[in-house]
Nanobody, 126 residues
């Protein structure tokens, strides 16, 4: 069964950090671009960051650029999102997704992704 499973979410205080993980099973991530998205209650799904197949290129939404870092370990079939300096606006369900096709490019649009995880909840509260 092809699936992505996120983990690492939880409750953190403002200014704190979390590291999210995304593990693939049933397929290898090697040739897919991977993206992280988030969705807060009552809001649309929002692009967070993406990484190309090799990990050499990354792209971030403006508000996450200086605080979040996306990385991947193809040998472990894993992708990570390190989140620092979290604030109340970062609270959301975070999803990882694999590009719909093999791709060496970066992808921002949700429609470019074909496999999604179930999400992991990030709560920011004092």
């Amino acid at each position: 069964q092809v699936q992505l499973v996120e983990s690492g979410g939880g409750l953190v205080q403002p200014g704190g950090s979390l590291r999210l993980s995304c593990e693939a099973s049933g397929f290898t991530l090697d040739y897919y671009a991977i993206g992280w998205f988030r969705q807060a209650p009552g809001k649309e799904r929002e692009f967070v960051a993406c990484i190309n197949w090799s990990g050499a290129s990354t792209y971030y939404a403006d508000s996450m650029k200086e605080r979040f870092t996306i990385s991947r370990d193809n040998a472990k079939n894993m992708v990570y999102l390190q989140m620092n300096s979290l604030n109340l606006e970062d609270a959301a369900v975070y999803y990882c997704a694999a590009s719909r096709y093999y791709s060496r490019f970066l992808h921002i649009a949700p429609s470019d992704y074909g496999t999604w995880g179930q999400g992991t909840q990030v709560t920011v509260s004092s």
